[in-house]
């Protein structure tokens, strides 16, 4: 499965920015059954889980994000988005999408870099 992430760039504390994630090579019905999430690593740091959303549609969220950030998926146009708002310098990172199939085979998109000025 290949995921194209988009959306990251520079904004100040405080602000918004929406991450995209599209996975244009796989069928509709495939796309489905995925379970999604988005990853961030910050320099020095291991990879964290940010939020995930099941093929089911449901939502988890690292407590550092709770509140704050916001998963969702589109079937109709296999995509899956991360809404975050009130961002933080903390919130520094490459953001990656993933995906998860029925089988356990994961993939990664190439990451998109996330920067909050203070």
């Known amino acids: 499965v290949q995921l194209q992430a988009s959306g990251g760039g520079l904004v100040q504390a405080g602000g918004s920015l929406r991450l995209s994630c599209a996975v244009p090579g796989s069928i509709t019905s495939v796309f489905n059954a995925l379970d999604l999430g988005w990853y961030r690593q910050a320099p020095g740091k291991q990879r964290e889980l940010v939020a995930t959303v099941s093929s089911g549609g449901r939502t988890d969220y690292s407590d550092s994000v709770k509140g704050r950030f916001t998963i969702s998926r589109d079937n109709a146009r296999k995509r899956m988005y991360l809404q975050m708002n009130s961002l933080k310098p903390e919130d520094t990172a490459v953001y990656y999408c993933?995906?998860?199939?029925?089988?356990?085979?994961?993939?990664w998109g190439q990451g998109t870099l996330v920067t909050v000025s203070s």
């Open positions: 993933n995906t998860n199939d029925i089988r356990g085979r994961s993939s």
